[in-house]
């Protein structure tokens, strides 16, 4: 079995050393190599590169990791590799707290000192980021990228395809719609609609995410 990482951007080193470190210790691929649909290197921090087109076309079984921090991008190449009935791998670090009564869905990657508590759902092609604390019961919907140090409490609920910036804070029960963006360091006391860039102490909508961009580069490269 292979594995491949979808997106050889700075998103995608850091699932490259996580993967590394989970198969030091589980051995469960033989290869680990990147998937990007901008670069044009053979090979990128010590490992393969390949285009889309030669993992699908190639031989024997492999799964692949969505490296990119744009949940919209994340949707998409999701969309495709289901499309290609491509099987997804989860990225489980060794140093990360998941409670057993948690359902993790596919093609999740929680990396280090992350904590997912007791009948919290990670939804499939989720992203957390080191040291993100998920609290009981609370649902992270599809395509969400959860960055570093954030602090989800219990009983929230965050919609598909939303984008969570570092060190944000979120009040126990709120609900964060689909398709938004939560600036860094915000605190969320009260519920934000689908669609919207919100920020602050309280967290209030700026404007709307008309764009579904996070980050002004290339967007394969997250």
Known sequence: MKLYIYCAGGFGLEAMDLARRVNDVAHQWDAISFIDDVRLEKEVYGASLFSFEEVINSSGEYEVAIANGEPFVRKTIY??????????????????????SATIGDGVTIP??????????????VTLNAGTMIGHEAVISE???????????????IGKNTYIGMGCQ???????????????????HNDIPDGVIAL?????????????????????EG
């Open 170 to 188: 979120i009040k126990q029960g709120t609900r964060i719609g689909e398709g938004a963006i939560i600036g860094m360091g915000s605190v969320v």
């Open 200 to 220: 602050g102490n309280p967290a209030r909508p700026m404007k709307n995410n008309s764009d579904h961009r996070v980050f002004n580069k290339p967007s394969q």
């Open 79 to 100: 969309d495709k590799l289901n499309n290609n009935r491509v099987k997804m791998a989860t990225l489980l670090d060794s140093s990360a707290i998941v409670s057993k």
């Open 143 to 157: 395509n969400c990228v959860i960055s570093s140090a954030v602090n989800v409490a219990g009983n929230c609920f």
């Open 112 to 125: 280090a000192f992350c904590f997912v508590s007791s009948l919290a759902k990670i939804e499939n092609n």
